[in-house]
């Protein structure tokens, strides 16, 4: 917050005063607002219309654009034409891979920072410099993933490398937390 330019807060309250007025066009942004909102509809269009499998690990654009050629498209609609992403994550893995991806995604993530907060309590119970750093890249993941109902970004490497890391974190102090408890490693 203390180094973002002027512009972002000059940008942020246009858009809260077009969010309140319910008219979007006034926002200020050149129509992202509008478009964003768009693609949002197009995307749970997607998704309705394949519930179970989706259209495929990285077939959203494609499916957006036969979306935007096939549908009667209205003026605030032609924003979301094209080979477009949907510009949010849990939206985009939806209509990719169905409410089986999706849901099968999202239990993968939820039982590793399961295991990480449990480490983490273990860690501070140990007195153990590294809690800091297990809480930070907790942190780290919270905020690239409210990032991500702005962005799709689960087909960056950035998000599995952080949940690695998370992984390899947990597994070391589970072998640590076991150890200083006199149980070994193999409990």
Same mark, same amino acid.
């Given at each position: 917050?203390?180094?973002? *330019? ?5 940008r ?5 005063s077009?969010?309140?007025s319910? %008219?979007?066009?006034e926002?200020?942004?050149?129509h992202?607002a ?10 749970l269009?997607v998704?309705a219309d394949? *519930?179970?499998?989706?259209v495929?690990?990285?077939?959203? *654009?494609y +499916? %957006?654009a036969?979306?935007?050629r +096939?549908a009667?498209v209205t003026?605030?609609?032609?924003l979301?034409?094209? +080979?477009?992403?949907v510009h ?11 409410l089986v ?7 993968g993530i939820?039982?590793i ?15 153990? *410099?590294?809690?800091?750093?297990m809480?930070?890249?907790l ?25 690695s890391?998370?992984? +390899? ?7 640590d ?8 490693a193999?409990a």
């Amino acid at each position: 917050m203390i180094f973002a *330019p002027s512009s972002v807060w000059t940008r942020i309250a246009d858009t809260q005063s077009a969010v309140e007025s319910g %008219n979007l066009s006034e926002a200020g942004d050149s129509h992202s607002a509008e478009q964003r909102v768009q693609l949002w509809k197009m995307g749970l269009r997607v998704a309705a219309d394949y *519930p179970v499998t989706g259209v495929g690990w990285d077939a959203y *654009p494609y +499916a %957006n654009a036969w979306y935007s050629r +096939a549908a009667i498209v209205t003026t605030q609609e032609s924003l979301a034409r094209g +080979a477009r992403d949907v510009h949010n994550t849990y939206l985009r893995i939806l209509a990719e891979t169905g409410l089986v991806g999706f849901l099968t995604w999202s239990a993968g993530i939820f039982i590793i920072i399961s295991g990480a907060l449990t480490a983490l309590k273990r860690l501070r119970q140990m007195q153990s *410099p590294f809690a800091e750093t297990m809480k930070l890249v907790l942190v780290a993941l919270l905020a690239f993933g409210v990032a991500g109902m702005f962005g799709s970004l689960a087909h960056l490497a950035f998000t599995y490398v952080q949940l690695s890391l998370l992984v +390899a974190m947990t597994a070391l102090t589970r072998r640590d937390w076991l150890a200083s408890r006199g149980r070994g490693a193999s409990a």
